[in-house]
């Protein structure tokens, strides 16, 4: 078993030297190996301003155990778009550590609507297979935290994602033509989707997870552009959404490109004063930029929700606003009991259809 130290490379724990050549001299020695290795971050503080670990590998068991924290440049005007990538790799898996994005000045620019880059994406994950990241603690990313895109076979445990409230655009996890990805027992707290999965995305499992400050986990939104990729098969359970703005979201553009949304399960969601605990919503059109009198081609198709509990803070607590092109079908909801403060809760059926069991409140309007 091979084993390469960051610090063997010339990186230094100061927090300010960068020592992105010697992570990446450390990756092509792991990478260029042909039996298991590991590379090892020592504690401390370590500046990495940019790197691409790039496979294929002729090793297909890499680890990266990191004890210290790697940290981002506070600078963003470079207009960098990821920061830590990993691509055509096959066989890696992460440990522990800490990922400081330090967007905290690319957050202002973009709160005082000054002419700011796009955001940064902290770690990529693409064109990639069997990884596994555990443990890991991402915080104050530039934009999303961890995207995960064109890779199959992707475990996130145990995660840490903290971000505050009014950080824009600072997704958690972002999972978009990917399949087989497992999102378990992890906290998020961020200023936009706790976790967003968007076109092409399959065979999704996320279970045990605390989100909020955050928009809540959203499918979507689809439907932008002619791609016309459906999400299919996932499941969605056992998480408590604190004081989101949303909690099980799906959202669609109003525009006639086509796609599809099918077969979601939602179950064993608590609520915790969430603005829409259950929302579809496939008019979405910010600004009503090339939307206006158009409906959206998206076909939503076999929603389960069981036992969603808690408190709404607005009266609407269940919404669904589908195409009228492409009304949704196959809506099932069991055992739901969403509370509006002292009042009863509402609900909002546009184009939908399905059946309800159970105790249903507040009242099904399918």
């Known amino acids: 078993m ?5 610090v063997n490379y010339g990186a230094r724990p100061d927090g300010r030297t960068d020592s992105a050549k010697a992570f990446l001299g450390a990756w092509a020695d792991a990478c260029g190996s042909s039996k298991p290795a590991t590379i090892y971050v020592p504690a401390g503080s370590f500046f990495v301003s940019q790197a691409l670990f790039q496979g294929p590998c002729k090793n297909f068991d890499i680890k990266i155990d990191i004890d210290g924290t790697i940290v981002a440049s506070s600078d963003y005007r470079g207009g960098v778009l990821v920061w830590l990538t990993f691509k055509y790799v096959d066989g890696l898996s992460i ?12 957050w202002a ?20 297979k069997n990884v596994l990241i555990s443990g890991l603690t991402t915080t104050n990313s530039k ?21 505050p409230g009014n950080s824009p655009n600072t997704d958690g996890i972002h999972i978009q033509m990917s399949s087989g990805v497992t999102v378990t027992s992890s906290s998020i707290k961020t200023g936009d989707d706790c976790i967003s999965i968007g076109e092409g995305t399959s065979n999704v ?4 997870i605390g989100c909020g400050p955050g928009h809540g986990i959203s499918i979507g939104s689809l439907g932008g552009t002619p791609l016309g990729a459906g999400v299919q098969n996932i499941t969605v359970k056992s998480v408590v959404f604190t004081g989101t703005q949303n909690g099980l ?10 796609g599809f949304v099918k077969d979601v399960t939602f179950e064993h969601a608590v609520m915790q004063n969430v603005q829409n605990p259950i929302v579809v919503d496939q008019n979405y059109c910010p600004g009503a930029v090339n939307c206006p009198g158009q409906s959206s081609g998206i076909k939503i198709s076999g929603l389960s929700y069981t036992d969603i509990q808690g408190s709404s803070a607005t009266q609407l607590a269940v919404k669904f606003d589908c195409s009228p092109s492409n009304p949704c079908g ?11 403060q002292n009042q009863q809760a509402q609900s909002y059926c546009k184009n939908a259809d399905g059946s309800a069991s159970g105790f249903v409140i507040p009242p099904s309007c399918l």
């Not at 895109?149 to 145990?158: A, D, E, K, L, P």
């Not at 499992?205 to 045990?208: A, C």
């Not at 809506?331 to 509370?339: A, G, P, S, V």
């Open 109 to 128: 620019c973009k709160t005082a609507g000054g002419n700011c880059p796009s955001g940064t994406t902290s770690l990529s994950i693409g064109m990639s």
């Open 95 to 106: 440990f522990g550590g800490t990922l400081d994005g330090q967007g905290q000045a690319f």
């Open 249 to 258: 979201r799906i959202k669609t553009w109003g525009k006639a490109y086509s």
């Open 205 to 208: 499992w996320i279970e045990k």
């Open 2 to 6: 091979g084993a390469y130290n960051v």
């Open 143 to 163: 934009g999303f935290h961890i995207s995960i895109f064109g890779s199959n076979g992707v475990t996130v445990q145990g995660a840490k994602i903290i971000a």
């Open 330 to 340: 196959g809506i099932k909801l069991q055992d739901i009991r969403l509370t509006y």
